[in-house]
């Protein structure tokens, strides 16, 4: 009898045994993944500033295509934090350094234009980044550039059913001189970044 109480006992022994080890093996699995879990949202709040993200920023010093010569430095600053998800990405008053990368001078039909290559930006702690961007504009990032107007009309006949003809200006394809793009200081505009940025 007590042999059989005893091999009932190991039994019982055996069974609560394999169960904990269960039990523990499920434990750890949790664990670990809540930790990749965890991992894998912070690598997605803070991995980096996508190629394509605008970027508001603040001029810091005039420049115009008149007196602006390639390889010239301008500084411009961010005025409101930019997140990426819950990231403080690009905190508020980070600055961006630049330098003019082309000028164009104005010439009959066309504005001049200044093309600005952003090749740094440092946080307010101190953390600087190289980086590969542009002052957004639609003119191929071009600022200014834009065409200018005719100068001379012909007066040409217009006719509607009807109706006597009258005469119309229509432009002749001679256009004005352009102007000097001037940039001033505070004015906002857009920075687009043409490569990826990973953040620290």
């Known amino acids: ?15 609560i045994m394999k169960m904990l080890k269960k039990i523990f093996v499920f434990i750890i699995f949790i664990i670990f993944a809540c930790i990749n879990i965890s991992n ?21 010093e005039e420049f115009s295509s008149l007196n602006a010569d390639i390889g010239d430095k301008l500084k411009f600053i961010n005025t409101e934090d930019m997140y990426i998800y819950e990231t403080n990405a ?21 504005d001049g ?3 600005v290559l952003i090749y740094k930006m440092e946080t307010p702690d101190k953390k600087i980044y190289d ?34 003809p009258f005469l119309q200006a ?17 004015e906002e505009m857009f920075i687009i970044f043409d490569k990826d940025v990973y953040l620290k």
Do not use: W
Request: hydrophobic residues 35%; glycine residues 6%; proline residues 4%.
């Open 1 to 15: 009898m007590y042999k059989s109480l005893s091999l009932a006992l190991k039994y019982c022994i055996y069974i």
């Open 40 to 60: 894998a949202q912070e690598n997605k709040e803070v991995q980096k500033i996508r190629e394509g993200t605008f970027a508001k920023v603040m001029v810091l």
């Open 90 to 110: 690009i905190p508020k008053n980070t600055i961006f350094y630049g330098e003019v990368e082309d000028v164009r001078e104005p010439v009959e039909g066309k």
């Open 113 to 115: 234009a200044v093309k």
């Open 131 to 164: 980086i590969n961007a542009h002052i957004y504009s639609e003119n191929e990032n071009y600022l200014g550039g834009k065409t200018t107007e005719s100068i001379y009309y012909r007066k040409v006949p217009h006719y509607n059913q009807n109706l006597r």
């Open 170 to 186: 229509a432009p002749l394809h001679i256009l004005e001189m352009g102007k000097h793009i001037l940039i001033k200081s505070g």
